[in-house]
């Protein structure tokens, strides 16, 4: 697919109108800017820079339209309106330019007989891997407005955390960032001082940040060059399969995250179960589908086991009991749900539960991370203005001597 220019008149008020549009050829081009109501001029292809960094910015939406979009175009589904029809309504409203863009191509795709799932999964830097599989589920379960509340909600708690995480660490950053002034401005001019004075020696603690500032102000460029590096093959290695097993390994058991997303991973498969199981899908696709939506691997090998143990003849509860990837509330809870022939209720029960501990863990980790950043701060802060005011009380107490 490929991005076009495209220079329009709109017939109501005989202005041109310039746009971009993506689509397979020039005459798909053309059909998206027909649909919305203007007469295509000229047509042009844009080169396309999606692997250039520009790119990669350029195809990337906001968290908020994204969630505007998912509860919009849910509304419109479940209130009965054909997908194409809901899909072009959601984007003539949207105030996004990107997801304008890219709204016009997947609605493009949607009329030449794509899925909805397919159209999105063209674009995984603005639908991950877990939209476009919950939004399949829904397709394949005929829930589709039921699949996007899912998201909307799921992406709203997930911004919650980040505004969370960030508004802890404002203020840490910008103690560290007045502290590495100090280190590189402030600590040369106590060497310099000390250079004019004979006979007084600098601490051990000040000859080191005096090392580490040097440093810093001769090779930051290699420092740089480093962190680019570092950054460059960190990534590449988290993306393979070896980095995403020990990553989501880390996700799971890890001290501080590990309660907070084995709690969010557990909400996920019992609200996208009780979604599917409501809408008739037979357990064993279930299982196949909320193994991709999870997006944790060892998580997803539990959930493929336990759909070949299901297959076998053994119950749900019993392929999930004792599994170090599923708390034990889940399998007792699936447990009574399969001896009293509930198991959408309890299903449904379990997802409102850790949905409410999930928001209890955020407030914790909030509770941690702030204070903890501040006392390490204040260790590092202790240690730069120690090394500082010591070597002046010298330089002091050697002037009052003479």
Known sequence: MLTYKVIARDPATGKKVKSEVQAYDEMAAAKVALKTGLIPIDINPIKPDSESTVGRFKNRIAAKDRILFSRQLSTLINAGLPLVQSLYSVIDQSSSKTLKTIGNAIIADVEEGHTLSASLAKYPRVFN??????????????????????????????AEIVRKVKSALVIPIIVLVVLMGVLVKVLPRVEMLNAGSQGVKLPTLT????????????????????????????????????GKRVIDGLKLHSWLLGPLYMRIYMARFARTATTLISSGVQLINVLEITSKVINNVHIAQTLSLARDKVRGGKPLSEALKDDKNFLPLVASMLKIGEQSGSMEKMLEKTAQYYEKEVDEQVKRISAIIEPALMVFLGLIAFIIVAALLYPLYGLTGKTIIQ
């Open 207 to 242: 000859l080191i940040l005096l090392d580490i500032s040097h440093a810093i102000l001769n090779y930051w460029w290699a420092f740089a060059v480093l962190v680019s590096l570092g950054g460059y093959f960190m990534g590449r290695w988290a993306k393979g399969e070896n």
């Open 129 to 158: 891997h877990m939209y476009v599989n919950l939004v399949q589920a829904g397709e394949a379960s005929g829930t589709l407005d039921k699949s996007l509340e899912l998201l909307a909600i799921q992406q709203e708690k997930d």
